[in-house]
């Protein structure tokens, strides 16, 4: 954005491919809060209440951010997996993170993290990685739950799983049926 919308005053006089600036500049900054306070909780109390104080956070934002998500998009809660690949695209990791989703022969959603940035910032720092495995849990399985509460969420890998070169973290979303099978 740096030399752009110098006539701008506001966002809203801002041109589209400074708003799409934008947004990946506002989640850079989100996330590098986010990142910021983890290590701040790491340095004091270290790893184990930094993870559970993220997890405590995470289960209350990604539904707040779910909420949202749906309400952006106009979606009713139970869209099924359709909704979720949908949702996941407007996520705030979405405009920082490339990600992938595909359904499997069995209708399964597979998501994948190709890339993450807080695991490479933290590899930059000389940090070890964030095992991100619980909290991941708690925010992909409550967001997806959010989205539709019959979707079951199972971690397929995640750090502090040793991770394939082409992705970081992947989760299968399943929609169960009433009874609560899959």
């Known amino acids: 954005m740096a030399g752009q919308g110098e006539?701008?005053?506001r966002i809203e006089d801002l041109s589209r491919e400074?708003?799409?600036a934008l947004v990946k500049d506002f989640g850079r900054r989100w996330l590098a809060h986010d990142g910021l306070w983890f290590q701040a909780v790491e340095?004091?109390?270290?790893?184990?209440?930094?993870?559970?104080?993220d997890a405590q956070a995470w289960r209350d934002f990604t539904v707040n951010e779910g909420q949202r998500?749906?309400?952006l998009l106009g979606m009713e809660e139970e869209g099924g997996l359709e909704a979720l690949d949908r949702a996941l695209?407007?996520?705030?990791?979405?405009?920082?993170n490339e990600q992938e989703s595909e359904r499997e022969d069995d209708g399964a959603l597979v998501f994948r993290m190709r890339t993450c940035r807080v695991q490479e910032a933290r590899r930059?720092?000389?940090?070890?990685?964030f095992p991100?495995?619980?909290?991941?849990?708690v925010e992909y399985s409550g967001f997806a739950r959010t989205v539709d509460p019959r979707i079951a969420t199972e971690v397929i890998l995640c750090p502090p799983d040793p991770e394939p070169r082409d992705y970081y973290?992947?989760?299968?979303?399943?929609?169960?049926?009433?009874a609560g099978k899959a």
Do not use: N
């Open 132 to 137: 991100c495995k619980s909290v991941g849990c």
């Open 18 to 20: 400074e708003l799409l």
């Open 43 to 53: 340095r004091r109390y270290g790893m184990e209440a930094a993870i559970d104080l």
């Open 69 to 71: 998500v749906l309400r």
């Open 7 to 9: 006539g701008a005053q």
């Open 89 to 96: 695209r407007f996520r705030l990791y979405a405009a920082v």
């Open 169 to 178: 973290c992947a989760w299968r979303f399943t929609l169960e049926d009433r």
């Open 124 to 129: 930059r720092k000389g940090m070890p990685d």
